[in-house]
């Protein structure tokens, strides 16, 4: 059984080590010493050059290092025909768990109001409200936001959910698709976007939707910078209604450093690290799906395979 690590990535040779130490008898060859291409059975990618899933004929599936499968599917040749799986991984759900429950409590306590008190060196008691007078909405409750809605909801929060197919989570108040948009936004303060890159989810996060939000809201992004109309989003905070935003993802990544986002005084930045697929458990995660097509199993019994008419 012969796989293909396809990227240039900063670590490849550490990925080659790990997925061979994982699935001893395996072959791992690294783009691009393809060698034959026939032999190549399992790809294991996250960003691949253009084209070069299209050159290995037989193909059984591809592994995406990330949850996000944009950067995979931004290639027109793609072979859709192929399973492809996005990752599932304890340390990615922890990682942004961490992420957005340390972002969400920032915005909770107003630690960005008291900031900039701070920087006027004025004392100014305002008393934040308790968890259970603050409302968080979660656009995405998939594999990663229901996660983090159960831990909200369970440190009292007021949690409430939005994705495209109607969900049940204890404890949580689900929304779904265009009918349940509008109602989601209004009772929602603090709103974290999970959703993924797909044509349905492009700017969805736009004049119409921020007037929806409850003035004095903010906005946490670790889904995709695809997701924000970024002239919306600026709009929106100049003019109070929105008071402040966290974004790890951006259209452009590396963000261009004349781009507007670094200098605005109501946004934070931090450079796409909200949730890392760290190698360890990432490629523990691989192996064992490659164990399991092997011997037998389905794709049905994997977390993660993307659904191809969805996209996502
Ligand atoms: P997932 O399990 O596929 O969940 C995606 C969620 O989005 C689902 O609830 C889905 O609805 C919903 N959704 C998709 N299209 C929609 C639409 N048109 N309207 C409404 N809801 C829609 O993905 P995940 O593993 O939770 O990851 C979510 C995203 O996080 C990834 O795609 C990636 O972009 C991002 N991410 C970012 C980082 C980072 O470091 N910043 C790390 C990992 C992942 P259904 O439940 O109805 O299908």
């Not at 994982?22 to 790809?43: C, F, S």
């Not at 701070?118 to 409302?135: F, G, I, K, M, Y």
């Not at 959703?195 to 004095?216: F, H, M, R, S, Y």
Request: glycine share 8%; hydrophobic share 45%.
């Amino acid at each position: 059984m012969t796989i293909l690590l396809m990227d240039a990535l900063p670590h490849r040779d550490a990925w080659a080590e790990a997925l061979r130490e994982k699935l001893p008898g395996h072959e791992v060859r690294v783009w691009p010493d393809v060698g034959n291409a026939d032999e190549i059975e399992h790809a294991v990618a996250c960003f691949p050059e253009l084209g070069e899933l299209a050159k290995l004929p037989n193909l059984k599936a591809m592994h995406s290092l990330w949850a996000g499968i944009d950067h995979v599917t931004r290639d027109p040749d793609m072979p859709w025909s192929v399973p492809l799986i996005r990752m599932v991984d304890h340390s990615l759900t922890q990682g942004m768990l961490d992420y957005v429950t340390g972002h969400v409590y920032r915005f909770h306590l107003t630690m960005p109001a008291f900031e900039a008190l701070q920087a006027q060196a004025e004392w100014h008691q305002q008393v934040p409200p308790l968890v259970e007078e603050r409302s968080v909405g979660i656009m995405g409750i998939g594999v990663l936001g229901s996660v983090i809605a159960k831990q909200l909801a369970g440190l009292g929060f007021q949690v409430r959910g939005w994705a495209r197919t109607q969900k049940t989570i204890d404890g949580v108040d689900c929304f779904a698709g265009d009918a349940g948009l509008t109602d989601f936004l209004a009772g929602t303060e603090i709103l974290v976007l999970l959703l993924p890159n797909t044509p349905e989810t492009a700017d969805i996060v736009n004049d119409e939707t921020l007037a929806k939000l409850p003035a004095g809201a903010t906005l946490i992004n670790a889904g995709r910078g695809t997701l924000i109309d970024e002239g919306a989003l600026i709009q929106s905070l100049d003019s109070g209604h929105l008071t402040a935003a966290t974004l790890d993802v951006f259209k452009t990544e590396p963000l261009p450093k004349d781009h507007p986002f670094w200098a605005h005084p109501k946004i934070s930045v931090t450079p796409h690290v909200a949730a890392e697929t760290r190698i360890s458990t990432a490629s523990e995660s691989i192996a064992r799906n490659i164990r399991h097509l092997e011997s037998g199993g389905s794709f049905d019994e994997i977390d993660g395979v993307v659904d191809a008419k969805a996209g996502y």
